[in-house]
């Protein structure tokens, strides 16, 4: 997910409070809607853009939406749509661990009753996985639908192929839509020929560090950690050479999945 340039600068151009309260247990910074650089409408934007594409993660018992950007998680605090107290926050990412099965740093602290968070998970062969991830595959057909929208993460199953990375999860992606497959959707979901099923239209792919994970049939729960990679480490940014991109793409692929492909 590439950050829209009038929000990064929106950010850039704060001067962020530091939240002394939270100086031990959670460091962190912030911006307060009116009192900020800029103008209302801007700051709402950005609080509209946070809400409107960060992924759900839990610290301690509370879920907000975070979105990921130049080493920095940002999130929101309002109690309704119309707060004018609407607070914007951020943080380093290394400052403290959000999950969407643990609270806070220590795993201890989930109680033993309380059932484990979980995410909607799909297992794709690992050719078709790696391509959602990077953006290129944006359909994927199926046979069957489900009523359910918003974030998945996308799995590579265990088959092996050579070059490919199996039997990880590898990415977040919000599933917008489930739709008749039609004519169109062939080649962004990267077949040769049509076929009567349901196109599973996919956006907003997230890199994560890959985690292993025993793949299912159909929709599934998975409960694993989830640590996203920031964008700045594998995606193109606006106006950067062909070159530069490709080294940025080799880093990353070097870092995070040349270890563990099937060769």
């Not at 196109?199 to 729960?221: D, S, T």
Request: negative net charge; contains cysteine; hydrophobic residues 35%.
């Amino acid at each position: 997910m590439t950050i829209p340039d009038e929000i990064r600068g929106f950010f850039e151009k704060q001067n962020w409070t530091f939240a002394k309260t939270y100086a031990d247990r959670a460091p962190h910074e912030y911006i307060v809607r009116h009192k900020h650089a800029g103008t209302d409408e801007e700051f709402m934007a950005a609080v509209d853009y946070i809400q409107n594409n960060g992924i759900v993660m839990y610290f301690w018992n509370h879920p907000n939406k975070y979105i990921f950007l130049d080493g920095r998680q940002y999130w929101v605090m309002r109690d309704s749509e119309d707060d004018p107290s609407t607070i914007i926050n951020r943080c380093n990412l290394d400052e403290y661990k959000l999950s969407i099965t643990w609270k806070g740093k220590d795993q201890q602290s989930q109680k033993s009753d309380e059932k484990p968070r979980t995410m909607k998970a799909l297992s794709i062969w690992p050719e078709y996985a790696t391509s959602i991830a990077q953006g290129w595959k944006t359909v994927e057909w199926r046979s069957w639908k489900t009523d359910y929208r918003g974030d998945i993460v996308i799995c590579s199953s265990s088959r092996k192929q050579n070059g490919y990375v199996s039997g990880h999860a590898l990415c977040i992606v919000e599933l917008a839509d489930i739709v008749p497959f039609e004519q169109e959707h062939v080649e962004p979901a990267e077949m040769d020929y049509w076929e009567e099923g349901y196109a599973w239209i996919l956006k907003n792919p997230r890199m994560i560090k890959p985690v292993p994970v025993k793949g299912k049939l159909h929709l599934w729960e998975y409960d694993g950690p989830v640590e996203i990679i920031p964008d700045e480490e594998w995606c193109a940014k606006k106006e950067e050479s062909d070159e530069l991109a490709e080294k940025r793409w080799e880093s990353f692929v070097k870092k995070y999945w040349e270890p563990i492909m099937t060769k």
